[in-house]
């Protein structure tokens, strides 16, 4: 068994540049995303990304890297609480 693919990330790194693009690692998986928001699930906690027309541009899901480009307009980190809440806000624009 190969050792290295038991280690997880436990780093959470954010680089964004201009607004237009951001790069994150530690990110466990993503839970949903749009043109409008991404939720991710990160070694750090929850994150929504909102913004306008943002794209997906490359996913490492071995490294726990993520690209996404498009105008960000915000980053936020959320506990297991808030990720409960944010469901059900979604389940209820749904209904």
Known sequence: MDKNKDIQVLTHNVQMIDRKTIQM????????????????????????????????????????NIYIKGKINSVAYFDEEKKKNKESLISRLFR
């Open 25 to 64: 690692n530690g990110i466990k998986k993503i839970e949903s995303f749009n043109k409008e928001e991404f939720f991710l699930q990160s070694v750090m906690g929850y994150i929504l990304i909102k913004g306008e027309e943002l794209e997906l541009v490359k996913l490492d899901t071995s490294g726990g």
